[in-house]
């Protein structure tokens, strides 16, 4: 609070400037600028996780600002929230924040760099230069067109794990059940 008075107060600050704000104002405002005391702003727990302990599984990263909804910018959101997961079970294993990728010369590449252990990122939306990035990295971005509770994305995508599009397939590396018919047929010529 008392940096912000003597912001607050500008050149004035050596003599003791009134800066019209009381203490406690004062005090939530930087509470707020911490991010403590906004609706949502909870974290969400990180789930025990060791590498390999769920064998077949993918590895998603969210985009988001508030609490564990996929909300974010790829370009401008606070943090990644990185899941694991399989057909039947999933766990958060990290949150990432964003802040030092954001002192990056090429902060796109950086958050990119981020997600590179990743296989599929979610955003509600990405420019096309960045998403270019997220591709070189060998991570998919999906848009997600308005903000939704990160568990239900993921319980989307798990339900498309037993019978992966090809897209996801590709993403799994497994052969896509739906283009199994042209590979038979293609076998047979």
């Not at 911490?34 to 998603?60: F, H, I, K, Q, T």
């Not at 950086?110 to 060998?138: T, W």
């Not at 995508?157 to 199994?180: C, D, E, I, T, Y």
């Amino acid at each position: 609070p008392i940096y912000l008075r003597e912001i607050l107060a500008g050149n004035h600050a050596e003599e003791d400037c009134k800066v019209g704000v009381d203490a406690g104002t004062l005090k939530r405002a930087v509470r707020l600028l911490w991010g403590e005391d906004l609706p949502y702003s909870e974290l969400p727990g990180v789930d025990a996780y060791s590498e390999g302990s769920m064998p077949g599984s993918v590895r998603v990263a969210c985009a988001s600002n508030v609490g564990e909804v996929v909300d974010g910018h790829f370009g401008s959101c606070e943090r990644f929230l990185i899941y694991q997961l399989t057909p039947t079970e999933s766990h958060l294993i990290a949150i990432r924040p964003t802040l030092e990728a954001d002192h990056a010369e090429d902060r796109n590449a950086a958050r990119a760099a981020l997600v590179a252990d990743c296989d599929v990122v979610f955003v509600q939306s990405i420019g096309g230069p960045a998403a270019a990035k997220v591709v070189r990295a060998n991570v998919h971005p999906v848009k997600v067109p308005r903000a939704e509770s990160a568990r239900t994305v993921i319980a989307r995508l798990q339900a498309s794990l037993k019978h992966p599009p090809p897209w996801l397939a590709k993403v799994m590396g497994v052969p896509a059940p739906s283009l199994q018919k042209y590979v038979a047929e293609g076998g047979a010529e």
